[in-house]
């Protein structure tokens, strides 16, 4: 199924909010209308590509007869976990080797899509400063900055479900754990990256607890960290 699972109304909205204000029937706001047009549709395209990628590696893995059992299983899962995580946050990147080819060539797409919309909104600028309307070419500056922060993906990553245990972010930032015995403890969120949520209980004892596509774990008093259940992120409700 083709689909642009993560660009959002909003940001389709802003690109026509952007160029509304200028006369539309002006060359330099046609140009950055094209452009940005231009920019969402390539970075649904891209996303698109690293979901087809994950499909494909999913079916090579399940087909596969070169890898031991133990090792094709753990790949898997850890490939489908990814993709559920992908599903549910475009900031949420694979980190499995088997993927990387795949999100070197979605990065590098963001990376060039991105170049040439800023090169659009720098011209728009030079344009109405050739014009000697600084004004306007300060308004579309202003509008570049809306424009990327709106374009970026949002870390939807709020909810991780596991076999044992489920942890939630609320509102103020907290997260909550709930067990098995329907037992809640507080942590505060340590740090994140595309690969890990980290988040942190003083205590004592000092609990720390790393949430991962497939996966979490767990360190005490800054000890080893061990396994402490399978799960995965949840897709945040609509």
Do not use: H
Request: proline share 5%; hydrophobic share 45%; glycine share 4%.
């Amino acid at each position: 199924m083709s689909r642009r699972p993560f660009v959002a109304a909003g940001l389709l909205f802003l690109t026509a909010a952007a160029v509304g204000q200028p006369d539309p029937a002006d060359p330099v706001t046609q140009a950055l209308a094209k452009a940005q047009d231009e920019y969402v549709a390539a970075t649904g395209k891209a996303q698109e590509k690293l979901l087809a990628a994950f499909a494909a590696q999913q079916k090579a893995l399940e087909d596969t007869r070169k890898l031991k059992v133990a090792d094709q299983i753990r790949l898997l899962d850890q490939v489908k976990a990814e993709r559920k995580a992908f599903e549910a946050s475009p900031a949420a990147l694979p980190a499995s080797a088997v993927m990387r080819p795949a999100l070197v060539d979605y990065q590098a797409k963001l990376v060039a899509a991105r170049k040439r919309c800023e090169a659009a909104f720098d011209k728009a600028a030079e344009d109405y400063r050739d014009r000697k309307n600084l004004d306007a070419a300060r308004a579309v500056l202003a509008r570049k900055a809306e424009f990327f922060a709106a374009a970026s993906p949002a870390d939807q990553r709020v909810e991780w479900v596991g076999k044992k245990k489920a942890f939630r972010k609320n509102d103020k930032g907290l997260w909550y754990e709930r067990n098995e015995q329907g037992l809640f403890f507080v942590f505060d969120e340590a740090g994140r990256t595309p690969e890990v949520i980290e988040i942190l209980r003083v205590g004592p004892p000092r609990v720390a607890v790393r949430l991962y596509a497939d996966r979490a774990t767990m360190s005490v008093n800054k000890g080893e960290w061990l396994p402490l259940d399978d799960g995965a992120w949840v897709a945040p409700k609509q």
